[in-house]
């Protein structure tokens, strides 16, 4: 009789469920895996390996740490990683592992690598020295200052298929009169072909306007042509900052409250930046910064008033915060001038005035500050913006096209003045033959 009982608790115990302990670990998790579903230990064992093995987890995270190290001990941008030749040269190292390999040193970067780099580099622009025999090609200059402030000129050849950068001329210690400027484009011509040369571009200052002309009795065939970009930027310095000339005594009597907004601005934007407390309280109120903008960049004045209207919003909640109120360690005087100018709608009203009648002179200088052949477009560019800004400043005033508007004639004659001295037969030329303008057939016909 008890051994029917025995038998009938330990069929109970068997039909219950067992339960199956949680994993501590990769092994645990592997032995009670195999013991679950019956299988070999051993086996499951050596396919974890394989596994391992063929994703090699360990060295990965080794080499991205080493890899990441270098950057953080080099200094280097994290733009870095998304350079293409970065990612070829692990990838290549991958594909095909050399045994004992080590990475070029210093003295092999910087004399036979850099070589033999500037030999590929000048085997790769041989497609666009021969388009110059059939396209032609423009020789431009630019005049520039490095960190160290030591004054260059660059010179480049540009075509239809893209610029190329020839050569950079330190003229530190150097008259740059117009024979020196004349001089070294009179090399480069040489250098490239005068054949190949149809026009020399540099920026319209005395000496560069002199040396172009050098160049033109030289060479016949050459054109010398002003920079458009320059010659736009010039007339909204004559527009925006008019000098104290007598020449210039009717601009500065129209003309002559721009340059008192612009000053505010800056005065604005300096008492701001120049103080951390007050830099802190505007950051505190808007994502975008305010702009440090060079006296030489092109439309300066522009360019600050463009951002200027971007964080208006921001600027006037700044100071009609409790912080700025309480801020006293300052001037004063200076801090409520701010307030006023700020809060003033006469001031914004300026700023939205100056920015819509430049507008079309601003645009076309980004249109035409670019790598892509505009020349058969300045003529037209240039005279519908004088079109626009007729259109904006008529508009303010309200006023009829057909009127008179003494403001409008100022800018008018800033503009034309400008376009006439940096017009040249080119861009007539480059204008009449547009397809846009001339068929096939009425050009066979002039000709």
């Known amino acids: 009789m008890q051994r029917v009982v025995d038998e009938a608790e330990l069929r109970v115990k068997q039909s219950l469920p067992r339960p199956v302990p949680l994993p501590s670990t990769v092994g645990s998790s592997s032995a009670s895996v195999s013991g679950l579903y019956g299988l070999d230990p051993k086996k499951r064992k050596g396919v974890s390996g394989a596994i391992e093995k063929a994703f090699n987890s360990g060295a990965r995270e080794q080499l991205d740490s080493e890899i990441a190290r270098m950057f953080y001990t080099g200094g280097l941008s994290f733009h870095f990683a998304r ?21 070029p040193g210093y003295n092999s970067l910087r004399t036979t690598l850099l070589q033999k780099e500037k030999a590929n580099i000048e085997r790769l622009l041989n497609p666009i020295k021969d388009s110059w025999t059939v396209k032609g090609v423009s020789v431009c200059s630019d005049g520039w200052s490095d960190s160290q402030r030591r004054p260059l000129i660059n010179i480049m050849a540009t075509c239809e298929i ?42 319209n200052a005395a000496n560069c306007k002199a040396a172009g002309l050098l160049v033109e009795a030289k060479f016949p065939h050459i054109f010398w042509t002003p920079c458009v970009v320059h010659t736009l930027n010039l007339a909204l310095k004559n527009i925006c900052s008019p000098s104290a000339h007598p020449k210039y005594d009717d601009v500065m009597e129209v003309c002559g409250w721009i340059p008192k907004v612009s000053s505010d601005a800056w005065f604005i934007k300096n008492f701001i930046m120049n103080h951390s407390m007050r830099l802190a309280m505007f950051n505190d109120h808007s994502r975008l910064k305010l702009l440090a903008v060079a006296d030489t960049r092109f439309a300066s004045t522009v360019v600050m008033l463009k951002r200027f209207k971007e964080i208006k919003q921001a600027l006037q909640q700044m100071v009609i915060s409790e912080k700025w109120d309480m801020y006293k360690e300052d001037d004063v005087e200076k801090a409520s001038t701010v307030k006023e100018k700020l809060l003033n709608e006469l001031f914004w009203l300026d700023i939205d005035y100056i920015l819509d009648f430049t507008a079309p002179i601003y645009e076309m200088l980004r249109m035409t500050d670019t790598d892509t052949p505009c020349l058969h477009l300045v003529y037209e560019w240039w005279d519908s913006m004088i079109e626009k800004v007729k259109i904006v400043i008529f508009r303010q005033e309200r006023r009829q096209l057909h009127d008179a508007s003494r403001f409008f004639d100022v800018v008018h004659g800033i503009l034309v003045d400008r376009w006439t001295k940096s017009s040249t037969p080119l861009h007539c030329l480059a204008h009449s033959l547009n397809p ?12």
């Open 162 to 203: 893209g610029p190329m950068f020839l050569k950079a001329v330190n003229c530190e210690g150097e008259f740059k009169d117009k024979h020196f400027i004349a001089n070294l484009l009179t090399d480069s011509i040489r250098e490239i072909g005068p054949q190949n040369v149809v026009q020399v571009i540099t920026d």
């Open 436 to 447: 846009r303008y001339c068929s096939l057939t009425s050009l066979i016909c002039t000709l």
């Open 83 to 103: 350079n293409p030749h970065y990612v070829n040269a692990f990838k290549s190292v991958c594909s095909n592992p050399i045994p004992g390999y080590l990475p």
